[in-house]
């Protein structure tokens, strides 16, 4: 069975559209591992010089890149569920890998995968390694912000703790340098635009105008943030929400989630335009191309009752620390932990995928 079979598996049929497996550069002898695969040329790079698209795995090797080369590895991994280092050993084994150490699930020496010649094979994991964990509103969604953040931010941190990276929906216009300093602080994070300003102005001071300050009585309901505004305006939010993550984290930023679920033609247009790569929604956006990753469970932790964990699985910031000031702290580690032993069963699928590969090649391991 050839690695992309054992892929496929484990994405299952949720699976947005993106290539299985991708291999950068000529000089790789990539095909007997993983079987068919597309090798990109660098004029297939974007304007950037990453490669676009969403991948399953991509193969490369760092030697082709001039340093510094974590940024280029970031940016893949930000589109892939794994990344596959192939390089000489004499080279990978003088490469510091600083904070990208805690990515690497396999390391395998002496394989002659670079042009014959024994190299070594890190097998690196992605931003889209599933089941994806979507985590909406920060600082909030409508309801106003807490004078106290620190019980949202003992959430987050809980979240950033298990060992799995999750997708934060981030409200850019809201942030203050305060939550900027604390959402540097979180290891695993990955930023996902979450509107502009998530409509907050106005949705909040209808709540606080209503005495429903935490939305209990459905004061409002589900909108779209962009409803009615120009084209030229949801580019230039839109825009500016990408820019200010990217300002904030130091990397790109390409994932979004539209408010409550909804976006309209100009907001998919504007996506597209952007260079946005994919999107987090339980509907379409209507004239949006690019990927999109439905939930298969999408509430409370609390509301979880098993069940298969494919595609994105979505709880909300807000909502968990609403059912730890109701006294339940455990429904959030159970979900986690669940979460964890699926992230788990899938990296030692893949390993020993990829070893049994290596072992039945010419030369073996």
């Given at each position: 069975?050839?690695?992309?079979?054992?892929?496929?598996?484990?994405?299952?049929?949720?699976?947005?559209?993106?290539?299985?497996?991708?291999?950068?550069?000529?000089?790789?002898?990539?095909?007997?591992?993983?079987?068919?695969?597309?090798?990109?040329?660098?004029?297939?790079?974007?304007?950037?010089?990453?490669?676009?698209?969403?991948?399953?795995?991509?193969?490369?090797?760092?030697?082709?890149?001039?340093?510094?080369?974590?940024?280029?590895?970031?940016?893949?991994?930000?589109?892939?569920?794994?990344?596959?280092?192939?390089?000489?050993?004499?080279?990978?084994?003088?490469?510091?890998?600083?904070?990208?150490?805690?990515?690497?699930?396999?390391?395998?020496?002496?394989?002659?995968?670079?042009?014959?010649?024994?190299?070594?094979?890190?097998?690196?994991?992605?931003?889209?390694?599933?089941?994806?964990?979507?985590?909406?509103?920060?600082?909030?969604?409508?309801?106003?912000?807490?004078?106290?953040?620190?019980?949202?931010?003992?959430?987050?941190?809980?979240?950033?703790?298990?060992?799995?990276?999750?997708?934060?929906?981030?409200?850019?216009?809201?942030?203050?340098?305060?939550?900027?300093?604390?959402?540097?602080?979180?290891?695993?994070?990955?930023?996902?635009?979450?509107?502009?300003?998530?409509?907050?102005?106005?949705?909040?001071?209808?709540?606080?105008?209503?005495?429903?300050?935490g939305n209990a009585r459905r004061t409002v309901g589900a909108f779209n943030e962009f409803a009615g505004q120009p084209r030229s305006e949801i580019l230039r939010k839109l825009r500016i929400a990408r820019s200010t993550l990217e300002d904030l984290f130091g990397t790109a930023v390409t994932?979004?989630?539209?408010?409550?679920?909804?976006?309209?033609?100009?907001?998919?247009?504007?996506?597209?335009?952007?260079?946005?790569?994919?999107?987090?929604?339980?509907?379409?956006?209507?004239?949006?191309?690019?990927?999109?990753?439905?939930?298969?469970?999408?509430?409370?932790?609390?509301?979880?009752?098993?069940?298969?964990?494919?595609?994105?699985?979505?709880?909300?910031?807000?909502?968990?620390?609403?059912?730890?000031?109701?006294?339940?702290?455990?429904?959030?580690?159970?979900?986690?932990?669940?979460?964890?032993?699926?992230?788990?069963?899938?990296?030692?699928?893949?390993?020993?995928?990829?070893?049994?590969?290596?072992?039945?090649?010419?030369?073996?391991?």
């Amino acid at each position: 069975m050839h690695v992309t079979s054992r892929v496929g598996k484990l994405f299952g049929s949720s699976r947005p559209q993106r290539e299985a497996v991708v291999v950068f550069g000529q000089e790789l002898d990539a095909r007997s591992l993983f079987g068919p695969t597309r090798t990109i040329a660098a004029g297939e790079l974007d304007v950037d010089g990453h490669l676009p698209g969403l991948h399953d795995i991509v193969v490369f090797s760092s030697v082709r890149f001039r340093e510094p080369f974590d940024p280029w590895l970031r940016a893949v991994l930000s589109r892939a569920k794994y990344a596959v280092v192939v390089d000489p050993s004499e080279a990978a084994s003088s490469k510091p890998l600083g904070p990208l150490a805690d990515r690497v699930i396999l390391e395998i020496k002496d394989v002659p995968l670079l042009a014959g010649r024994p190299s070594q094979l890190t097998l690196f994991k992605g931003d889209l390694a599933e089941p994806l964990l979507r985590v909406d509103d920060y600082p909030t969604g409508v309801r106003p912000i807490a004078a106290d953040l620190g019980p949202l931010h003992d959430v987050l941190r809980r979240i950033d703790a298990a060992g799995i990276r999750f997708h934060l929906g981030i409200v850019p216009a809201l942030l203050t340098s305060d939550m900027q300093q604390f959402l540097r602080s979180l290891r695993r994070l990955v930023p996902v635009v979450h509107g502009y300003d998530h409509a907050y102005p106005e949705k909040s001071a209808l709540l606080i105008a209503r005495g429903d300050p935490g939305n209990a009585r459905r004061t409002v309901g589900a909108f779209n943030e962009f409803a009615g505004q120009p084209r030229s305006e949801i580019l230039r939010k839109l825009r500016i929400a990408r820019s200010t993550l990217e300002d904030l984290f130091g990397t790109a930023v390409t994932g979004y989630i539209p408010p409550c679920n909804l976006g309209d033609r100009a907001t998919g247009q504007a996506l597209v335009a952007l260079g946005y790569s994919h999107y987090f929604s339980e509907r379409r956006i209507p004239a949006c191309s690019l990927p999109h990753f439905a939930s298969s469970f999408y509430g409370r932790s609390s509301e979880f009752g098993g069940g298969p964990l494919t595609g994105a699985v979505s709880l909300h910031a807000t909502w968990e620390v609403d059912l730890e000031t109701r006294g339940d702290r455990t429904s959030l580690g159970r979900f986690l932990e669940r979460l964890s032993a699926e992230h788990s069963l899938q990296d030692r699928a893949l390993t020993r995928e990829l070893e049994d590969r290596l072992r039945s090649r010419p030369g073996g391991i």
